[in-house]
């Protein structure tokens, strides 16, 4: 199996959307007994949120 690079942008927005829905529903169902599908969509946003931002910091670093 070939390594994942998170060097590509999408590669990388996809594994930190995934990590945060993931985080996000967990905690949702586990501490607050919560809305599972409510759980993900804001996972999802905070998580692309997260990438979009990480990715413009990162460019604005290396110029």
């Known amino acids: ?35 599972v599908m409510g759980a993900v969509i804001t996972g999802a946003v905070i998580g692309l949120a997260f990438a979009f931002f990480y990715i413009v910091l990162r460019r604005q670093i290396e110029s």
């Open 1 to 35: 199996m070939e390594n994942v690079s998170l060097d590509q942008p999408w590669t990388f927005t996809a594994a930190v959307m995934v990590v945060w829905v993931l985080l996000w529903t967990g905690i949702e169902v586990i501490l607050f007994n919560d809305d």
